[in-house]
């Protein structure tokens, strides 16, 4: 009966955000709504043997072959809702209701399965924390603002991932393990949380004695190729797996995005133009890098004028070098109920130091760490924080002028919810628990404000609140100030603002969370 209403009110949550997202079906549309619309095309027009060296567009298809199978399945429909949709010359560009309803309808309908992933992970939670975790993953400003505004799948996608962290947490390593294989095969992305799960289920499961460690080694490793056999064995049997890898990871693409995701390299960018500026004045001969700052693309690694340039190999090292103390800790003490909190901090390190970021991956670790915030009043601040950051640092990837309201509505909203939610999780007495226990922490935005008589035991702290005030005055200066005193000239700088600020919560959230995966155990 309990099962029954907890589905019920999910469902409820669910059909809320569903009216949101019906209600956004107007709204402004990136490229990538192309670039899907043309995979539709690309698919269900050629045979399997021609998906990946099709050209008819410039937005050529470069996601692992599971997705590119689930983008056959939705062709099928989309030739009888329109059959232009999915014409591989006539649908370029194709801007008609049908197809723009037909593709809003799937991402939509594909949350269905992030619906389930969520009730599966939380089905065992008391009823607030439950609640919680809903709140901050169905009602997601991010994924409402990528998914079903800008356009993608990333609820559908993350659902195999919150479904493999759910089957883990309960000790089914084998199934967790089979679902991230699956995931990694809808989207390669997701592939810098494998040297966690490696280490984990090499230490978890295939535990017990060399004989049946062996045995457990072999069955786990079976099943992942088996997966991977699933996706790209009919490549294999064409021999076109090399064209398939080149289009997966198109490395000439260069180290950053065309706008800058809010990581470490956008300080090493800002540095070396710094210098490059300053030693020009001071008489040396320095070259100016060929991208700027207007467009907010690098380019390639040659780009930078000062520093050593920046290899996909230099990235590569330092996303290791980030994650090796957590692979030393899930190496010694392997346990179920950490590896959520492992596995977004995975995708942080990835996110802060991998090469040519989007900043719609922040999600990657956003969603994961909803489930890590309701664990202790700390990690409830810690996502706080984070998911406010994360969602404004998308705000640029909606810069039409009908879309604000909407974006900046959203995160209020979001924000209001957290804040009762997380208040209503945590009560004095629990709080005054956590902070005993943190009290030698040097978390400088998470601890939470003293107050006399214990009024107050959700709060950030007035370091928190003056950075969330920082980020309100780089949207006025933006918005506002710099159309008004500067004009047109120095149109970077709103961006660039936007970007160093945000790279500065989010460089806090890695050390934030690298210090509680040490601590923990």
């Given at each position: ?405 909407i974006k900046v509505l959203l995160l209020l909203l979001h924000s209001i919810l957290m804040w009762f939610g997380c208040s209503a999780q945590f009560t004095k007495d629990e709080a005054s628990e956590t902070e005993e226990q943190t009290s030698n922490e040097s978390a400088w935005w998470e601890k939470s404000r003293a107050t006399s008589g214990g009024k107050e035991w959700f709060g950030i702290g007035w370091i928190g609140k003056v950075y969330l005030f920082g980020l309100l ?49």
């Amino acid at each position: 009966m309990q099962g029954e209403s907890s589905l019920s009110q999910l469902l409820w949550c669910f059909a809320v955000a569903a009216t949101i997202k019906v209600l956004l079906i107007p709204s402004y549309r990136s490229t990538d709504f192309e670039v899907h619309r043309h995979w539709l095309a690309v698919t269900h027009s050629h045979p399997l043997s021609d998906w990946y060296y099709d050209q008819t567009s410039e937005w050529t298809l470069d996601y692992p072959p599971f997705f590119a199978y689930f983008e056959r399945f939705l062709s099928i429909f989309a030739n009888l809702v329109d059959p232009q949709i999915v014409h591989l010359h006539n649908g370029l560009n194709y801007k008609a209701t049908s197809v723009i309803v037909f593709q809003r309808i799937t991402v939509i309908l594909s949350d269905l399965w992030l619906l389930y992933g969520v009730y599966r992970l939380t089905k065992h939670l008391d009823s607030l924390k439950r609640n919680l975790i809903w709140v901050l993953v169905v009602w997601s400003p991010g994924l409402l603002l990528v998914d079903h505004v800008h356009f993608q799948y990333n609820g559908f996608l993350l659902a195999w991932l919150l479904l493999s962290i759910s089957f883990l947490v309960e000790g089914s390593d084998l199934m967790g393990g089979f679902l991230f294989a699956v995931v990694l095969c809808f989207k390669h992305l997701f592939a810098v949380a494998a040297p966690v799960y490696f280490v984990y289920l090499f230490r978890h499961y295939c535990r017990g004695g060399l004989v049946r460690g062996f045995g457990r080694l072999s069955v786990i490793g079976a099943v992942v190729v088996a997966v991977f056999a699933a996706a790209y064995g009919p490549f294999f049997y064409h021999e076109q797996i090399q064209q398939v890898i080149r289009r997966m990871f198109p490395f000439s693409r260069g180290l950053c995005h065309a706008y800058w995701a809010p990581n470490f390299w956008v300080f090493y960018i800002i540095v070396d133009k710094g210098l490059a500026f300053f030693l020009r004045k001071l008489g040396f001969n320095i070259q100016a890098p060929a991208a700027s700052f207007t467009g907010g693309l690098v380019g390639d690694s040659s780009s930078f004028a000062v520093l050593p340039q920046i290899t996909p190999l230099t990235t590569f090292v330092a996303v290791l070098l980030g994650l090796f103390p957590c692979l030393i800790k899930a190496w010694r003490d392997p346990q179920p109920r950490l590896i959520a909190r492992w596995i977004a901090y995975a995708y942080t390190c990835g996110f802060l130091f991998g090469w040519h970021v989007h900043e719609k991956a922040s999600l990657h670790f956003v969603i994961p760490l909803a489930i890590v915030a309701v664990e202790s009043l700390e990690d409830a601040k810690h996502y706080f924080l984070l998911s406010i950051v994360s969602c404004y640092s998308l705000f640029p990837l909606l810069y039409e002028g009908q879309e604000y309201p909407i974006k900046v509505l959203l995160l209020l909203l979001h924000s209001i919810l957290m804040w009762f939610g997380c208040s209503a999780q945590f009560t004095k007495d629990e709080a005054s628990e956590t902070e005993e226990q943190t009290s030698n922490e040097s978390a400088w935005w998470e601890k939470s404000r003293a107050t006399s008589g214990g009024k107050e035991w959700f709060g950030i702290g007035w370091i928190g609140k003056v950075y969330l005030f920082g980020l309100l005055v780089v949207e006025i200066w933006g918005q506002i100030l710099h159309p008004y005193i500067l004009g047109e000239t120095f149109p970077f700088i709103p961006l660039m603002l936007m970007s160093i600020y945000c790279a500065l919560g989010m460089t806090y959230s890695w050390i934030w969370q690298l210090k509680r995966v040490l601590k923990l155990s």
